[in-house]
């Protein structure tokens, strides 16, 4: 998007706002498509609690994607969406049996991560077809950015533990459909990941009616020009002949399944704040947005380093700043960044800001969560209103009555 359609924006829908690209959402879902063309059936499942608007899954769902879901209320949003049932997968980690029951009866695809609940659902429901979450223990290069499954992780079913789930298959007489695993890293090292692929084929050779092999997702994305990337299409190269023959030799064709989040929508995401206050101080020059660590948590959160450009002035002299928030604690979206001269007023993009920021925002210091904008044929559409006071005030209960004092009361006589 360029930086005139999106201070245009601002003038339109005000600021703080979040802003999605919806040809670079499709682009990247073509891409990732693209890279596995040489597999008979491929299944995306865009993972939703990256960006869960009801516009986004209705965009992914006109792609032809499937749905990633990690609570029954993302279950609930992809159905009002339009997902039909069977194309939404419900992966939690840690809910009640209750929920998943909850999941089934909505006709979603289970995804059971523990051993404890697949030996009660398998128990209850026999007939409903579950998929199973394996922990591969894959750890590679000594940083645990790029570890997968690893030991200590609370994610899946140990595969040392897999004589004991095949014991419940057996005893349940449960139909186990899928198989899975996610990372839940950024994958760098793509011979890792074909290594725990080879984990979870020889896992998979224990389920004699599997449909379908989900790898889970972690595609790790540019932050920068020139930044380090998951190379999608070696995957795709590597991992389609593996997969292929894989299925021949198990006798089926089965479904290749990803669950890609921040593949797709990161990039197509950028964040527009306002400068309130630029500020010299004796060691740097602090910009101070109209906005904070409530609104885009995850610099703070764990360090993320979103590129951050002045739409303003793009064509003005750099200099240094450290871009801060409101926020009444260390809140800082960068240090020491080289930025086009910031004025106060001007408007900044913080870049990559589709997956995981307004679904990590928060009403903290009582301020309003932002606006969305979803640029689709080079026009805005607003898909969600800023929120007001009202938003801040409805579900509380003012418990006036407690504490009604006359005032008198208080005045000694
Ligand atoms: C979060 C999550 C994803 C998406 O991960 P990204 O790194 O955003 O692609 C996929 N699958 C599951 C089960 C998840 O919890």
Known sequence: MKSADLLKITKTHGAPVYVYDAEKISSQFKRLTDAFKGVGQLRLNYAAKALSNISILRLMNSLGS??????????????????????????????????????????????????????????????????????????????????????????????????HLLRIVELTKMNINGIHMHTGSDILDIDVFLYASEILFETAKNFKDLDFIDFGSGFKVPYKPGDIETNVE??????????NEFCAEYGKELTLAFEPGKFLVSEAGFFLAKVNVVKQTTSTVFAS??????????????????????VSNPKGRERYYSVVGYICETDTFG???????????????????????????????????????????????LIRKRETFDDIINNQVDAKHLFDVKREKLVAK
């Open 66 to 163: 499937g749905l990633d879901t990690v609570s029954i209320q993302e279950v609930q949003l992809g159905l009002l969406a339009g997902f039909k049932p069977e194309s939404i997968i419900y992966t939690p980690n840690g809910v009640s049996l209750e929920e998943i029951e909850e999941a089934a009866t909505l006709g979603v695809q289970i995804n059971i991560d523990n051993l404890s609940v697949l030996e009660q659902f398998g128990s209850k429901h026999p007939d409903v077809p579950v998929c199973i979450r394996i922990n591969p223990h894959v750890m590679a290069g000594g940083n645990s950015n790029i570890s997968v499954g690893h030991i200590d992780s609370k994610f899946g079913i140990s595969i040392h533990q897999i004589p």
């Open 234 to 243: 070696e995957l795709g190269k590597k991992l389609t002949t593996r997969f």
């Open 289 to 310: 947005v109209d906005s904070g660590f409530n609104h885009l948590i995850r610099p703070m959160l764990y360090g993320s380093q979103h590129e951050i450009v002045n």
């Open 335 to 381: 240090s020491n960044r080289l930025i086009n001269e910031i004025s106060e007023g001007d408007i900044l993009a913080f870049k990559n800001a589709g997956a995981y920021c307004f679904t990590m925002a928060s009403n903290y210091n009582s301020r309003y969560r932002p606006a969305e904008v979803l640029w689709y044929n080079n026009e805005a559409h």
